[in-house]
């Protein structure tokens, strides 16, 4: 079984970076999480069976996590991700 794979650029609000790393890892379904440097706070990565799987971790979870300000979403092309 294929599944989706996105990456959500995530941006907090200063200061509360790993108060919100550490609750995007409590979701089911988000695989890494890791802090960066510059316009984005969090790079995430989601992988799940289905798309709507995806846009419902994005709006209904991550989003609704305290000190997140805002998102920005990149789904994989499917048959992109191969070494």
Do not use: C, W
């Not at 989706?4 to 907090?12: G, H, I, M, N, R």
């Not at 289905?50 to 996590?65: L, N, S, Y």
């Not at 305290?66 to 920005?72: A, E, W």
Request: without cysteine; glycine residues 6%.
């Amino acid at each position: 079984m294929s599944l989706e794979l996105a990456f959500v650029l995530v941006k907090s609000k200063m200061g509360h970076e790993m108060e919100v790393m550490h609750d995007l890892l409590k979701i089911d379904g988000i695989k890494e999480a890791m802090g960066t440097y510059g316009q984005y706070d969090v790079f995430v990565k989601v992988q799940v069976p289905t798309r709507a799987e995806v846009e419902r971790i994005i709006t209904k979870e991550i989003r609704k996590i305290p000190n997140v300000v805002s998102t920005t979403t990149l789904p994989v092309i499917p048959g992109t991700n191969k070494k």
